[in-house]
C-alpha cells in the first residue's frame, strides 16, 4: 500500500482548518448550549449513612429567562429534597424580582437563603424576599440562623455588603448538624475557629470559562483559591457551586450551570 506525502504547507493548512473548526464549535458550545445545559452533581458529606438528603443552587441573575428558570425548578421538585439551599443574587435589577420570586415560590421544599452582592447593589427589597422564602417554610437568613423541620440540622446564614458586617450566630450544640450559607467563597477565612459540618458558597460562576487542565481565567474579588467544587478549610468543608446564570457576558465554557445535591 502506497502511503500520500503531504508538504509541510499541506499539514499547516490542515492543521490550521483543524484549530478554526474547533475554535467555532467551541464558541457555540460556549454560546448557545452551555449557558442553560443544567448539570445535576451529586455530593456526599461525612461517614457513615446520611440522614438527609437537599439541594443547593445559587447566582440566578434572573434577567426574564422564564422558561429555563422553571426548568431548574422543575428539577429541583423531582429530586424531592428535605430542603434547599440558595447563597445569593437573585437577580440584577429589581424590575426583574417579581418574577423571579413568584418561580421561586414554586419550590416545593423549604427554601432558605442568604443574599449575594447584587441583591444589595439592585436595592432589592428584603421583606418581600423574606415572605417568598417563609411561605416554602424556609427563611431569608441575614446573619441568622434556624433549624430545619426536624430540629435536626441549623442552617445558618451570613450576610452583609462586606466581611466587616458578617456576624455568624453561635452554633455549639453538638447534637445538631450545622450548615452555614454565605455568598463569598472567601469569608471562609474570617470564621475565627468556628467549625460547620458543611459550608455552601457562590459567586464565582466557577469563572463561566475554564481551560481544559487550567481552570478559571478570571474570578471576581472575595473567591480567592475557592473557585469551584469541594474544598477543606480550617472550618470545615466548603464546597463552591457555580450557579444557574451569567453575569457580564451570557456564555459558558466546560463550566456548566448546576443545582448540587447533598447528601449528610
Request: hydrophobic fraction near 45%.
Given at each position: 500500500?502506497?502511503?500520500?506525502?503531504?508538504?509541510?504547507?499541506?499539514?499547516?493548512?490542515?492543521?490550521?482548518?483543524?484549530?478554526?473548526?474547533?475554535?467555532?464549535?467551541?464558541?457555540?458550545?460556549?454560546?448557545?448550549f452551555e449557558p442553560t445545559w443544567l448539570k445535576t452533581r451529586r455530593l456526599r458529606i461525612g461517614?457513615?449513612?446520611?440522614?438527609?438528603?437537599?439541594?443547593?443552587?445559587?447566582?440566578?441573575?434572573?434577567?426574564?429567562?422564564?422558561?429555563?428558570?422553571?426548568?431548574?425548578?422543575?428539577?429541583?421538585?423531582?429530586?424531592?429534597?428535605?430542603?434547599?439551599?440558595?447563597?445569593?443574587?437573585?437577580?440584577?435589577?429589581?424590575?426583574?424580582?417579581?418574577?423571579?420570586?413568584?418561580?421561586?415560590?414554586?419550590?416545593?421544599?423549604?427554601l432558605f437563603g442568604v443574599p449575594g452582592n447584587h441583591d444589595y447593589w439592585s436595592g432589592a427589597?428584603?421583606?418581600?424576599?423574606?415572605?417568598?422564602?417563609?411561605?416554602?417554610?424556609?427563611?431569608?437568613?441575614?446573619?441568622e440562623r434556624q433549624k430545619t423541620a426536624d430540629g435536626k440540622i441549623n442552617i445558618v446564614g451570613?450576610?452583609?455588603?462586606?466581611?466587616?458586617?458578617?456576624?455568624?450566630?453561635?452554633?455549639?450544640?453538638?447534637?445538631?448538624?450545622?450548615?452555614?450559607?454565605?455568598?463569598?467563597?472567601?469569608?471562609?477565612?474570617?470564621?475565627?475557629?468556628?467549625?460547620?459540618?458543611?459550608?455552601?458558597?457562590?459567586?464565582?460562576?466557577?469563572?463561566?470559562?475554564?481551560?481544559?487542565?487550567?481552570?478559571?481565567?478570571?474570578?471576581?474579588?472575595?473567591?480567592?483559591?475557592?473557585?469551584?467544587?469541594?474544598?477543606?478549610?480550617?472550618?470545615?468543608?466548603?464546597?463552591?457551586?457555580?450557579?444557574?446564570?451569567?453575569?457580564?457576558?451570557?456564555?459558558?465554557?466546560?463550566?456548566?450551570?448546576?443545582?448540587?445535591?447533598?447528601?449528610?
Open positions: 500500500m502506497k502511503l500520500k506525502r503531504f508538504s509541510r504547507r499541506r499539514f499547516l493548512l490542515g492543521l490550521g482548518a483543524a484549530f478554526a473548526a474547533a475554535s467555532v464549535a467551541a464558541f457555540a458550545d460556549a454560546k448557545w461517614n457513615g449513612a446520611p440522614t438527609h438528603r437537599f439541594v443547593h443552587f445559587t447566582d440566578l441573575h434572573y434577567k426574564g429567562d422564564r422558561a429555563y428558570v422553571q426548568s431548574v425548578v422543575k428539577t429541583i421538585n423531582a429530586l424531592s429534597p428535605d430542603f434547599v439551599c440558595f447563597t445569593g443574587d437573585i437577580m440584577e435589577e429589581t424590575r426583574f424580582l417579581p418574577e423571579a420570586l413568584e418561580i421561586f415560590s414554586g419550590i416545593k421544599s423549604p427589597p428584603f421583606e418581600v424576599i423574606a415572605r417568598c422564602f417563609a411561605a416554602t417554610g424556609g427563611a431569608w437568613l441575614l446573619n451570613v450576610a452583609g455588603r462586606s466581611v466587616r458586617e458578617m456576624q455568624v450566630p453561635s452554633v455549639s450544640n453538638p447534637d445538631k448538624k450545622n450548615i452555614l450559607l454565605l455568598h463569598y467563597p472567601a469569608w471562609v477565612k474570617k470564621l475565627r475557629g468556628q467549625k460547620f459540618d458543611l459550608m455552601l458558597a457562590g459567586h464565582s460562576h466557577g469563572g463561566q470559562v475554564r481551560i481544559p487542565f487550567y481552570g478559571s481565567i478570571i474570578t471576581p474579588s472575595n473567591v480567592d483559591e475557592y473557585d469551584l467544587g469541594l474544598f477543606q478549610t480550617g472550618a470545615g468543608p466548603l464546597y463552591v457551586n457555580p450557579g444557574i446564570g451569567w453575569f457580564c457576558l451570557d456564555v459558558r465554557f466546560n463550566c456548566r450551570p448546576e443545582i448540587t445535591v447533598v447528601e449528610i
